[in-house]
């Protein structure tokens, strides 16, 4: 009996349903192909005004992730796309313009010649996708269309809310997670939250940012700067946002490190300020304490492991219960932080042979005997969300200086000559959130 193995199926890079058309050549090149469409639909009634305006913004949202493609190629070289109704348009997070005329739009571009698509292999698991056509690319080369001249629907959801259900199988004892975005419903926090992530998007989209092109793919977009705030719900908790909270969606957070230095800002390099040892100083803070002096990871017998000892602190702040026997595979843990665990964050640790969880644990306690309170009680999640209510507060007060800074989760890039300024901004929020001025200084 011949058996076949299934191939994985081939993962491209989502449709933005939130791309929009700011700059004068691309705006003239989405007026061209929407007037092609009508002039080729032949329909013998005018739409509903609102369904016309959402027919337009489809129309625009096609052309704009097509032209995009073409200056900025996905690494498949096709958009994964989803054109089933379903829920869609319904929830917080849908753009309500990509209803049932969305297929539509499509096909008539395909008619035009100015897509291809593929239809979605249900064996394989693969989604439908489309890439713009050798003659839509040729016209957005014709039309000298940049970066800059892309921008952010408005109405896109700026606070994501990610709930993470786990299971463990009765019978193999396998443990599976499932993340799902929940709708919600506005609170005085929730908008709050949301006002001030939009005010720092508006200030960033408007701040002088760009990238020193360094030949290395992927090619960097400085004008992808768009923030939004994730929060995370676990099982059958009821919605709530003290738990994550933190930023993502700058192209700086997206990069690797060492391209941080290409990164100009009001056109000077950027320093890059982070707090030092910042989760295990805020479990500290929880407790009431003042933790011992020194590098707090600097633990008798692991002195040139320390990011083991980063590692296995971290797992012990994000345990529920104290029961952990062994670590994780390939000693890496990451954090829970978004539905499709696009911006989670892995911390990576080695120890040396024979270091067990118990004679792990018992080492640091030597150091750090206090924060056996903290450990196995999953704390870890509302640390990170009081790490991002302080880098929150420090992006406000340097944005109420006219300072530009992007956030790093626990640090931030500023240009080298507001490094000092940016440094006294972080003590200050730190002691004014957490009640302790936590360390923080210059990466070198």
């Known amino acids: 009996m011949v058996s076949y193995k299934r191939t994985k199926p081939v993962k491209h890079r989502w449709f933005d349903q939130w791309l929009v058309a700011r700059g004068e050549p691309l705006t003239r090149l989405v007026r061209k192909i929407r007037d092609g469409v009508e002039a080729h639909e032949k329909r013998q009634r005018a739409r509903r005004p609102d369904d016309q305006r959402k027919h337009l913004r489809i129309i625009e949202g096609v052309v704009c992730n097509l032209a995009y493609a073409v200056i900025s190629p996905p690494p498949t070289g096709w958009l994964a796309i989803n054109t089933r109704n379903g829920e869609r348009g319904k929830g917080r997070y849908d753009n309500k313009a990509f209803g049932t005329t969305y297929r539509n739009v499509l096909a008539l571009l395909e008619a035009d010649g100015l897509l291809q698509r593929q239809i979605s292999d249900a064996i394989r ?139 100009r800002v009001d056109g000077e390099p950027v320093a890059e300020l982070d707090y030092s040892t910042m989760f295990t100083r805020l479990a500290y803070a929880d407790l009431w304490l003042q933790p011992p002096e020194g590098d707090l990871y600097a633990i008798p017998g692991l002195e040139d492991h320390r990011s083991g000892v980063k590692l296995a602190m971290n797992c012990f702040l994000f345990d529920e219960t104290p029961t952990r026997r062994t670590w994780p595979p390939d000693m890496a843990f990451t954090y829970e932080t978004g539905a499709d665990n696009a911006g989670a964050d892995t911390i990576q640790g080695k120890l040396p042979k024979g270091w067990t969880v118990s004679r792990t644990k018992k080492a640091i306690l030597t150091v750090h005997p ?75």
């Open 125 to 263: 698991g693969e989604v439908s996708s489309i890439r713009p056509s050798r003659r839509f690319a040729d016209i957005v080369v014709a039309a000298d269309i940049a970066l800059a001249h892309f921008g952010r629907d408005p109405s896109q959801e700026l606070l994501l809310l990610t709930r993470v259900t786990r299971k463990e199988s009765p019978i193999t004892r396998e443990r599976t997670k499932t993340r799902k975005l929940e709708d919600y419903t506005d609170t005085p926090v929730t908008l709050s939250y949301r006002a001030a992530v939009r005010e720092l998007n508006a200030f960033l989209d408007s701040a002088d940012i760009s990238f020193i092109a360094d030949g290395i793919d992927p090619a960097v977009d400085p004008y992808g700067r768009t923030l939004t705030r994730r929060f995370t719900i676990f099982d059958s908790q009821e919605p709530r946002f003290d738990q994550v909270g933190r930023l993502f969606g700058g192209f700086w957070m997206s990069i690797k490190k060492e391209r941080r230095k290409q990164i």
């Open 370 to 444: 206090a924060l056996e309170r903290a450990w196995g009680r999953g704390l870890g999640y509302r640390l990170m969300w009081q790490e991002s209510e302080i880098l929150m507060a420090v992006l406000r007060e340097l944005m109420e200086q006219n300072v530009v800074a992007l956030g790093l989760h626990d640090g931030l890039l500023v240009p080298a000559s507001k490094a000092q300024i940016a440094l006294e901004a972080m003590r200050r929020q730190s002691r004014a959130i957490v009640g302790v001025e936590l360390p923080c200084s210059i990466k070198a």
